[in-house]
């Protein structure tokens, strides 16, 4: 919206050849006038940039959620090492994401492959970012380093975790944000000079971008380590490892589902911006709706988990019902800004069916994720770019992405099958880079014997073996059975 501007030569000419120093009064009224006038657009700067840094906070937040979600679902005997490594994904992603990634993601002006400007944040703030917006990316990015520590929970040495957050913090999510989310990324959506296929990709959140690129990543770390000791029988049978606490499990779902409304609604970075002046519907409305379709596809999928596992296992389980809601939400994600609530609700219930299909292909193939992770944020966020593509509305997709009246939107609401087209290359290509840098890095690990622990190590938890100790007094049901005596052991001393 332009800004009003006052002119006393004008406004001079208005009061008449009677009136007394008619140029100096109407120079004080344009002086009153123009200071109002900035001082609305600095009270706009702020509340958009408040608004982006709470969003940024509740985003960040949801890394004590990772890791209470993380600690519940793995044995008692490696609590703390999960611990350990969620405040890794912050503390390396944090120092990389400052140095490289941002200029991956974000450096502008660039090509379409990849950013090549404000390296360590030189330049900034500037007039397209502040320091607001990097904060906020970097919590993104951080949070898909956290998905990928979930799938390789439970066998994988320190310094690999090192070097994967690194690598992937620092340059493999940025360069796929860089596609996507910036004004010069190839398939962006607000690449108006150049949309990908007239339509670019609608991935609002990051189904793709966030939660694919952290499920992949997770997916081949895992193959490549191979199950845990204990997995699977000799026979192939499944045998559950399950988490110590069902507590922590819930605890950090509902601190997750509390992030998740600066992960969505947070993605519009403003808020103060009417898309009719004067009028009760604007951008506000509109992350309104976007909080609303986020939580109707999380509650559609919780409940379709809970009666889908009732039916299958006669249960009533707690932590599949928690992963099912996270698979809402992930498949959410994408669209959550140009759907209807309605549209959220199916979204949701095919989550939780695409969530269930993935795990029980994964007992098939004896693919081990200990928080299903790589079913879940690969599976859902796979499932979510798709179902954008099939119910984005023409009216909000022109709202939520101005500038480019015309362009294609959802399958089912009339708006063609560009869209569509679009949204399967990006699942392709996602996969096609984490594959290509992901993959060689854990084989590199795998093969330098930087990835798994010894047996003795993984049979004996590593909170003793790698930490210094347990973070409980405790007995896994596991080591019983395998006859293995749980013991503190305390140092030795010699005279």
């Given at each position: 919206m332009a800004s009003p501007t006052c002119s006393a030569d004008t406004l001079a000419a208005m009061f008449g050849a009677n009136t007394t120093n008619a140029t100096?009064?109407?120079?004080?009224?344009?002086?009153?006038?123009?200071?109002?006038?900035?001082?609305?657009?600095?009270?706009?700067?702020?509340?958009?940039?408040?608004?982006?840094?709470?969003?940024?906070?509740?985003v960040f937040s949801m890394q004590l959620g990772f890791a209470m979600l993380c600690a519940g679902s793995v044995r008692a005997k490696n609590t703390m090492n999960i611990m350990l490594t969620n405040v890794l994904d912050a503390a390396a992603g944090g120092l990389f994401y400052y140095l490289f990634g941002f200029a991956f993601a974000f450096g502008t002006p660039s090509n379409g492959f990849i950013g090549k400007h404000n390296f360590a944040l030189k330049s900034i703030p500037s007039s397209v970012f502040d320091y607001s917006y990097?904060?906020?990316?970097?919590?993104?990015?951080?949070?898909?380093?956290?998905?990928?520590?979930?799938?390789?929970?439970?066998?994988t040495q320190f310094v690999a975790y090192l070097i994967y957050s690194a690598f992937l913090t620092g340059f493999v999510y940025p360069v796929v944000s860089h596609w996507f989310w910036s004004v010069d990324g190839w398939a962006s959506a607000t690449n108006l000079d150049n949309l990908f296929?007239?339509?670019?990709?609608?991935?609002?959140?990051g189904s793709g971008v966030v939660h694919m690129v952290g499920g992949i990543a997770g997916l081949y770390g895992a193959l490549i380590e191979g199950p845990r000791i204990g997995r699977f029988d000799h026979s192939g049978r499944a045998i559950a490892l399950r988490g110590h606490s069902a507590s922590l499990v819930v605890l950090g779902t509902f601190l997750l589902w509390f992030g998740w409304y600066g992960f969505n609604p947070g993605s519009f970075t403003k808020i103060l911006s009417p898309y009719e002046s004067g009028h009760y519907y604007g951008q506000w409305s509109a992350v309104g709706r976007t909080a609303v379709t986020t939580t109707l596809a999380g509650c559609t999928a919780a409940l379709t988990t809970l009666f889908g596992k009732r039916i299958l296992s006669g249960h009533w389980n707690v932590t599949d019902v928690c992963n099912g809601l996270l698979g809402g939400f992930a498949a959410i994600t994408a669209g959550c800004s140009v759907v209807d609530p309605w549209a959220a609700v199916i979204c949701g219930f095919v989550a939780a069916c695409v969530l269930t299909g993935c795990n029980k292909l994964a007992e098939k193939v004896k693919y081990d994720d200990p928080l299903e992770a790589a079913q879940l944020h690969g599976g859902c966020g796979a499932w979510g770019i798709i179902f954008t593509a099939l119910f984005a509305k023409e009216k909000y997709v022109n709202e939520v992405y101005p500038g480019k009246p015309g362009r294609p939107y959802g399958l089912f609401m009339g708006g063609g099958g560009k869209l569509l087209a679009a949204h399967v290359i990006q699942i392709l290509v996602i996969f096609g880079f984490v594959s290509a840098t992901m993959g060689p890095l854990f084989l590199i690990l795998n093969k330098l014997k930087l990835l798994r622990i010894s047996a003795e190590d993984e049979t004996a938890g590593m909170d003793m073996t790698r930490h210094g100790g347990f973070a409980y007094v405790y007995h896994d049901d596991d080591d019983q059975k395998l006859g293995i005596p749980m013991r503190k052991i305390e140092p030795s001393s010699s005279n």
């Open positions: 100096g009064a109407a120079a004080f009224i344009c002086d009153q006038f123009n200071t109002v006038s900035t001082k609305f657009s600095d009270t706009t700067y702020a509340v958009d940039t408040t608004y982006l840094l709470f969003s940024a906070y509740l990097f904060l906020y990316q970097w919590a993104f990015a951080i949070a898909a380093a956290g998905i990928t520590s979930g799938s390789i929970a439970e066998r296929l007239g339509s670019g990709v609608i991935d609002f959140a």
